[in-house]
């Protein structure tokens, strides 16, 4: 039973537009929440993360946004380059674990 | 700067064999983890650590050991290698609970 859901297996945007990613947990146990990037033939690394005691959280382009009552979360980037085409993981990290739980990922891809 | 060293970026094995995987941390980090990534499912955890000979299952142990008998060092074993064992393995560190994972490069293991 997947824990953290992303939904959508890519996604395609303009450079220059904002890229949405999305992401649904069901554990209302989990409260802090990260995203990596992943480059084929690489491991994914860190991005932006977000505690469950924010809603917002901003860092250049990026932007996540949680929203708790939906257990939802989201990855903003704006604006969209190309160097920003690559494998998108949330992953959730419950109260008193310190086990993360991934999502499937989705595929941005970015067109010039 | 962080860093998670795996043994290997490519490993053949036949089924049956018995199958090392190592990751070495230079970090001094706490926890460390096993992920498996199949397309479509993500990262699936297999074991995770936090401490030296200390050992948790995740979400898939079936099939797998591991052992921690130094801080820096993780190995992951399959005690008798099966073709629905062949995907990417990746490691991880982290310092504790709320601080993001640091990611290896990867290990595509494929078991004949």
């Known amino acids: 039973d997947q824990q953290v859901k992303q939904n959508s297996p890519s996604l395609s945007v303009q450079e220059g537009r904002i890229s949405i990613l999305n992401c649904d947990y069901t554990?209302?146990?989990?409260?802090?929440f990260l995203w990596y990037k992943k480059y084929p033939a690489e491991g994914p690394t860190f991005l932006i993360s977000?505690?469950?005691?924010?809603d917002k959280n901003e860092d250049g382009r990026f932007t996540v946004f949680l929203n708790k009552s939906a257990k939802h979360l989201s990855l903003h980037i704006v604006p969209s380059q190309p160097g920003d085409s690559a494998v998108y993981f949330c992953a959730a990290i419950g109260y008193n674990n310190n086990d993360m739980r991934f999502g499937a990922g989705t595929r941005l891809t970015v067109k010039p | 700067d962080v860093k998670v060293t795996q043994s290997s970026r490519y490993l053949v094995k036949r089924t049956g064999e018995k199958v090392f995987l190592e990751c070495v941390q230079d970090m001094d980090h706490e926890n460390m983890f096993w992920y498996r990534q199949d397309p479509g499912l993500g990262l699936r955890l297999i074991y995770f650590?936090?401490?030296?000979?200390?050992?948790e299952k995740g979400d898939i142990p079936e099939g797998y050991s591991v052992s921690r008998e130094k801080k820096e060092r993780f190995s992951l074993i399959l005690e008798s290698a099966s073709t629905n064992q062949t995907s990417m393995y990746l490691c991880a560190s982290s310092r504790d609970r709320n601080q993001p994972q640091h990611f290896g490069d990867g290990t595509r293991l494929s078991i004949l």
């Open positions: 977000i505690s469950s005691i924010k």
């Open positions: 650590s936090y401490d030296v000979k200390m050992k």
């Open positions: 554990n209302s146990m989990f409260d802090y």
